[in-house]
């Protein structure tokens, strides 16, 4: 995320089942040597199949953790710049995190994912 967006150009949307429109889902992970990391959302509710998304990185609640493993093979000369990155990652993610809840508070795109997907991000 651009820290310089207007909210005009940015969207956010919560996951809705298409059988029941639960918002409460399952995320089910797919582990294949080779292969992306696959995300199976399985509604928490009716059991419905939601949605399939690809990783191409992943970062938990621990996000100093998944820094230091995507780091783990960079050669840093500097503690200190080391410790700046890990924190300024951390403070991002919560930030970004934020600013998704506050959007989907304030105007939640009403279109399906698909169509913001398709409309927005096209290839």
Do not use: W
């Not at 809705?16 to 294949?32: L, R």
């Not at 080779?34 to 009716?46: N, Q, S, T």
């Not at 990783?55 to 609640?61: G, K, P, R, V």
Request: with cysteine; net charge negative.
């Amino acid at each position: 995320m651009e820290k310089d967006r207007t909210t005009s150009s940015e969207s956010a949307r919560t996951e809705h089942c298409p059988n029941c429109d639960s918002t409460s889902t399952k995320n089910n992970m797919y582990f294949c040597k080779g292969e992306k990391i696959r995300v199976y959302i399985e509604c928490a509710e009716c059991g419905e199949f939601v949605a399939r998304y690809t990783l191409s990185a992943y970062t938990s609640d621990k996000s100093y953790e998944s820094l230091l493993r995507r780091l783990r093979f960079t050669r840093i000369n500097s503690g200190k710049r080391a410790k700046n990155m890990v924190e300024c990652f951390e403070d991002n993610v919560k930030t970004e995190f934020d600013h998704v809840l506050s959007l989907i508070k304030q105007n939640e795109d009403e279109r399906m994912i698909e169509n913001i997907i398709e409309e927005d991000f096209p290839e």
